[in-house]
C-alpha cells in the first residue's frame, strides 16, 4: 500500500457537476463490507451519493475502501463523519452534506497527509462546493475544535537517518541531543487486507520520555508511520518487525519529528551498553 488511494483520487481528481437535490435517490442498508462507514452512526445511506455513485457493489463499495488508508492515520476526528456524509449520506427526510466549515477542518488537517504521498486535495471534495453553517448541513463538533492541542501529533517530514551498528557515544550523543529516545518494535504486514500496513508491536519502552505522554506514545509512532509511508517502507522489509531505537523531538507547534534510527540487532551491544549507562548519564 505504498501507493496512497490512487484509484479513489484519479476517479475524483476533476470536480463534479453539480448534485441535483431533486432527482430520484433510494435508500439502502450500508453493507457489512463497507468497513470504511459501517460504525458511522446510521444504518441506512441515500443512492447515488453526493459522488454520484449509484452502483452499491461496483462503485460505492470499492471506493470507500479506498479511503481507509487516510482514515487510519487519524488525520482529523471527523474526517470518516466527512468522507461518509458523501460517500454514503444519511438517509432522511432531507440531503445533509456536510458544511462548508467542516470541510476546511479536515481538508487542513488532513490535505498534508495527502501531500506527504505526493497528492493534492481532490478537486471534487473543494469546499467551496458545500453549503454555509446557516444551511441544513453536518458541522464540526465543538468538542473537536480544539482536539488534542496539548498531544504531540505526527506529521510528515523527511525521512529521519538510520544508522547501523551505532558507537556507544553516538548513542549516547543522541539521546542527549533529542527531547525523547524510545525503543519500539515496528512490523510490516505482507498483506494489509484493510488494516494497516505498519503498526506497533507490543509496548513502548522510554528511555528518554521528554514530552511523550505514556498512553499515546505507541499510537502517535503508528500514526507517524502511517504518515510517511516512504519512509516507513526503508524501516521494516514485507512481513518482518524490526525493534529500533527512536530519537526525535517535539517541535514548537506541537509535530514530532524522528531524528535519528538506530535498528537494534542482537550484536548491538553498544547500543545496549548506552541505554544501560544513560541512567547516569549527565549530557
Given at each position: 500500500m505504498a501507493v496512497f488511494f490512487t484509484v479513489a483520487l484519479l476517479a475524483m481528481s476533476s470536480p463534479l457537476t453539480a448534485f441535483d437535490m431533486g432527482q430520484s435517490t433510494r435508500c439502502v442498508a450500508i453493507p457489512n463490507?463497507?468497513?470504511?462507514?459501517?460504525?458511522?452512526?446510521?444504518?441506512?445511506?441515500?443512492?447515488?451519493?453526493?459522488?454520484?455513485?449509484?452502483?452499491?457493489?461496483?462503485?460505492?463499495?470499492?471506493?470507500?475502501?479506498?479511503?481507509?488508508?487516510?482514515?487510519?492515520?487519524?488525520?482529523?476526528?471527523?474526517?470518516?463523519?466527512?468522507l461518509c456524509s458523501l460517500i454514503a449520506p444519511v438517509c432522511l427526510d432531507t440531503f445533509i452534506q456536510p458544511c462548508h466549515s467542516l470541510c476546511v477542518a479536515v481538508r487542513d488537517s488532513c490535505a498534508p497527509v495527502l501531500a506527504c504521498q505526493g497528492h493534492p486535495w481532490p478537486e471534487a471534495l473543494d469546499c467551496d462546493r458545500f453549503p454555509a453553517e446557516e444551511d441544513m448541513c453536518l458541522s464540526p463538533h465543538a468538542k473537536f475544535s480544539h482536539f488534542a492541542k496539548d498531544l504531540p501529533k505526527p506529521a510528515c517530514q523527511n525521512c529521519p537517518s538510520v544508522e547501523e551498528a551505532p558507537a556507544m557515544k553516538t548513542v549516547l550523543e543522541a539521546?542527549?541531543?533529542?527531547?525523547?529516545?524510545?525503543?519500539?518494535?515496528?512490523?510490516?504486514?505482507?498483506?494489509?487486507?484493510?488494516?494497516?500496513?505498519?503498526?506497533?508491536?507490543?509496548?513502548?519502552?522510554?528511555?528518554?520520555?521528554?514530552?511523550?505522554?505514556?498512553?499515546?506514545?505507541?499510537?502517535?509512532?503508528?500514526?507517524?508511520?502511517?504518515?510517511?509511508?516512504?519512509?516507513?517502507?526503508?524501516?521494516?522489509?514485507?512481513?518482518?518487525?524490526?525493534?529500533?531505537?527512536?530519537?526525535?523531538?517535539?517541535?514548537?507547534?506541537?509535530?514530532?519529528?524522528?531524528?535519528?534510527?538506530?535498528?537494534w540487532h542482537k550484536k548491538d551491544t553498544n547500543i545496549a551498553v548506552a541505554t544501560r549507562k544513560w541512567k547516569h548519564h549527565r549530557c
Amino acid at each position: 500500500m505504498a501507493v496512497f488511494f490512487t484509484v479513489a483520487l484519479l476517479a475524483m481528481s476533476s470536480p463534479l457537476t453539480a448534485f441535483d437535490m431533486g432527482q430520484s435517490t433510494r435508500c439502502v442498508a450500508i453493507p457489512n463490507q463497507m468497513k470504511v462507514c459501517k460504525d458511522v452512526g446510521y444504518s441506512e445511506m441515500r443512492l447515488p451519493n453526493f459522488l454520484g455513485h449509484s452502483n452499491l457493489e461496483g462503485e460505492v463499495v470499492p471506493r470507500s475502501e479506498d479511503w481507509r488508508p487516510l482514515l487510519q492515520t487519524g488525520c482529523h476526528p471527523q474526517a470518516q463523519a466527512f468522507l461518509c456524509s458523501l460517500i454514503a449520506p444519511v438517509c432522511l427526510d432531507t440531503f445533509i452534506q456536510p458544511c462548508h466549515s467542516l470541510c476546511v477542518a479536515v481538508r487542513d488537517s488532513c490535505a498534508p497527509v495527502l501531500a506527504c504521498q505526493g497528492h493534492p486535495w481532490p478537486e471534487a471534495l473543494d469546499c467551496d462546493r458545500f453549503p454555509a453553517e446557516e444551511d441544513m448541513c453536518l458541522s464540526p463538533h465543538a468538542k473537536f475544535s480544539h482536539f488534542a492541542k496539548d498531544l504531540p501529533k505526527p506529521a510528515c517530514q523527511n525521512c529521519p537517518s538510520v544508522e547501523e551498528a551505532p558507537a556507544m557515544k553516538t548513542v549516547l550523543e543522541a539521546f542527549c541531543q533529542h527531547d525523547f529516545a524510545v525503543t519500539a518494535k515496528l512490523h510490516r504486514r505482507r498483506l494489509p487486507m484493510g488494516e494497516p500496513e505498519f503498526e506497533v508491536e507490543g509496548r513502548v519502552e522510554f528511555i528518554r520520555q521528554g514530552p511523550l505522554l505514556p498512553y499515546d506514545t505507541q499510537h502517535l509512532i503508528q500514526q507517524w508511520l502511517l504518515i510517511n509511508l516512504q519512509c516507513a517502507n526503508v524501516l521494516v522489509r514485507p512481513g518482518r518487525s524490526q525493534f529500533y531505537v527512536l530519537t526525535g523531538s517535539v517541535q514548537p507547534d506541537g509535530t514530532l519529528a524522528l531524528t535519528r534510527l538506530f535498528p537494534w540487532h542482537k550484536k548491538d551491544t553498544n547500543i545496549a551498553v548506552a541505554t544501560r549507562k544513560w541512567k547516569h548519564h549527565r549530557c
